[in-house]
Structures are given as C-alpha cells and as structure tokens.
C-alpha cells in the first residue's frame, strides 16, 4: 500500500446498495467440484463517515457472496452484517453454519445461507467474552482456535470452538498492557500467542479515536507457545523483533539437532499506527519465517519473500503441519494493480498472476480439488476488482498453474470493496 490511502476512496469507497442478481456470466468453465459459497467481507459504511475520524477497521460490515452449483454460478449476493456491533473482518463456516466474525470484544454474528442477518450468537451460550477474526482448524480434531482480547482484561484468552460450534475452552493468559492480538497460529502442540507493542492507548480513546490502539514502543514484543490444552503457566515466551503481525501463514513443530523447534511463517509490518492512524499504512511488509527454539529460547527470524503482500492463506488441511505451498495478495504498484502470488517455500520461489491492467485481487483462498489431492492440486480463488469497469469478478485460478490464464471467470454486475478476509464454504 501506498503512504496515500485514504480508505474511502476507489475500490475503498462503499457500496450503497444490497443486490442479488441470478445466473451470473462466466468466462471459461467452472469446475463442476466447486459446489458451495464464496463468501467474504469488509468495511461498508451504510452513512457517509466524516474523513476525519473514519478508521477502515471500524466501517459496518458487508458480506458479499457467489454460490456456485452444477458448473453454474447461481447467484451473487451482499448484504450488511446488522446489530448493535460492527462485525466486518471474517466470514468463517462452522458446524453447517455460516458466521461473520470480528475482534475485539464483539461476538459473531449468525447468517443464513444467503448472508442475511440471524443475530447475534455466543455459540449457544458457551462464550464468555467476545470472538475473534481468526480461527485456525486444527485437522486432528475439528476444534477451532482463537486467540481473544479485549481493552479492558489484564489477559488475553484461548478460545476453543468445538465442531458442533460449541465453546469447550475459553482460558485466560494474563498479559499486561493492552495488545490488539489480531491473529495466532496453531501447531500439532501449540497455540501461537502474537504480544506485540500495538496496545489500547487511553490517550486516543480520550481523543474519541475510533481505534484507540497505538505503536507503543515501551511495550516488550514477544511470542508465547501454550500447549494446546495446557495451563496458562505453562506458556513459554520468546522475546521478539519490534513489529506489527495481523496474519501468520501458518506454523508447524520440527526437531533441529538442537532440539524442538516451532516454526512460524508470517506477514511482517514494520510497526502500526505509529504515524497514521486511518488504516494499516506504515510502510512495506515482508513475508517472514520465525523459528522458535525450544531448546535455547532464542527467536529466530529470517526473511521468505520481500515482496510487500498481506492476506497469507495455505491449504487448510496443512494447519499446523509443515507446508510447502503459501498464496497471499502481492503490492508494489499501488492499489491499481495487485496481483495473487504463490509461494513455493521448498523452491525458494514465488509465482505472480498478473490480472492484467487495473485489476486487483482481494484475498485468494486455496480448495483442493478433493480431500485426497496432493497440497497444490485445486484451485485459487478470489475476488479481483477491475478498475478500467469498476466491477469485480471472481477468478478461478488452477493452482498448479498459477500463471496460466484462469479456469473461469465469473463477471459480477457490481464491485466488491477491498476489505479483508473469506471462505470457501462447500455445500454439506
Ligand atoms: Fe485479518
């Protein structure tokens, strides 16, 4: 991103209408194995927010969504996420179920199939505090984990979601001063704990900030490593570099001739909210890898890729076990152009695919072609807005040729905003 965005206008800018249109236009051919949703979500103020004050992580949620069936794309739909709270950064499936989610406090928000509004939902009662954005499916179990926060606790929490979408762990980390804890990871073991110096800031709460949350450099960045159905005094923490992560591509154990180790691959900001304080604008980033040696304590960083890239997704049935395939949205020509990349961490390479003059992908997400593919076998997909005609498609990409032309392209009669994250929900 560019040191100029203002996140209200372009692609930035809301949409101002919920719309549903029916047997949309496809280039190509759709793979007959893609039966399910698209779904994803992001900022959509529904009234037009002062400038001045207005924070991207904080517009009104819309969720937008494309149902494909029988090699048809049976529909695109959007629709605001309604209730007191804003709910505006995950869309996640659960138990059959369809959820928008978000951090901080607020609790999911139920959806129907066609993306409107139940309610608001603390999992039948299991939750106590609030949710988070990001849930990590651990492959052995089906359990969902999340790590929480909120500005008032003297902790943060592990939260454990059943696959019957019922809370069977909420333990609380006591860790001081306030951390905006965006995401974590999980290995076969661990949770990943993220206590880096982004920290409620009473100041610009005082100041009527919309995100009171700061860079603060006098708090001391560091990785903890809870087992995963451990007690809160068995964390074991890692003193880290001075940065902001919102996402980890994933993390996975492995054993070095020094002992165990944790592995952690993540999108690396140089700080946060340091110097702008609309949107996360404070320089590239880089797609890192952290080694955490359990032996001698010591982290280890090492940089994957210096492309600047946000949005890290792999192949899910990989979640906590070594991969060797990452996808991410690629910057560096500024919001007018992003291409997807492919990360190939055995080769040491990355793949881009170019959506041509002002087309940008929003976040790719990776579905096997089936449950036995190998770990590129399927597809990539994402939603690309097109400047030139200011309407998105969704793009299908084959993922073992990434650069190739795409499997299909579906034209949608709309533009989907930038915003932030998604799923691929498949029909039970
Ligand atoms: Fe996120």
Sequence with gaps: MTSTVSFLDGNFAPVTEEVTAVDLEVTGSLPPELEGRLVRIGPNPKAPPDPATYHWFTGDGMVHGVRLCGGRAE???????????????????????????????????????????????AFDGTLDGGFSAHTHQDPATGDLHAVTYHWAWDHIRHVVVGPDARVRRELQIPV????????????ESYVVLLDLPVTFSMDAAAQGARLPYRWDPEHPPRVGLL??????????????????????????????????????????????????????????????????DLGSGVLKTEVLDERSQEFPRIDERRTGRPHRYGYGAAFGRGVEHGPAIKHDLAAGTGE?????????????????????????????????????????????????????????????PVRVPFGFHGSWLPDA
């Design 75 to 121: 529909w695109y739909r959007n629709r605001w996420v309604r209730g007191d709270d804003v709910v505006n950064t995950h869309v996640i499936g659960i138990d059959g179920r369809t959820f928008a989610a978000v951090e901080a406090g607020s609790r999911p928000v139920e959806l129907t199939d066609e993306l409107e509004t139940i309610g608001s939902c």
């Design 227 to 292: 087992p995963l159905d451990g007690p809160a005094d068995d964390v074991v923490w890692f003193e880290a570099p001075s940065c902001y992560v919102f996402h980890t591509l994933n993390a996975y154990e492995s054993r070095a001739a020094t002992g165990d180790q944790v592995v952690i691959d993540l999108v690396r900001h140089p700080r946060m909210f340091a110097t702008r304080f609309n949107g996360p604008d404070e320089g590239t980033t880089t797609l890192e890898r952290w080694t955490l």
């Design 176 to 187: 001081p001063g306030g951390p905006m804890v965006h995401d974590c990871a999980i290995t």
């Design 352 to 412: 881009l695919h170019d959506y041509g003059p002002g087309r940008v992908t929003l976040e790719p997400l990776f579905v096997p072609r089936s449950a036995s593919a190998a770990e590129d076998d399927g597809w990539v997909m994402s939603y690309v807005y097109d400047a030139t005609t200011d309407r998105s498609d969704v793009v299908i990409l084959d993922a073992q040729d990434f650069g190739g032309e795409p499997v299909a392209t579906i034209h949608l």
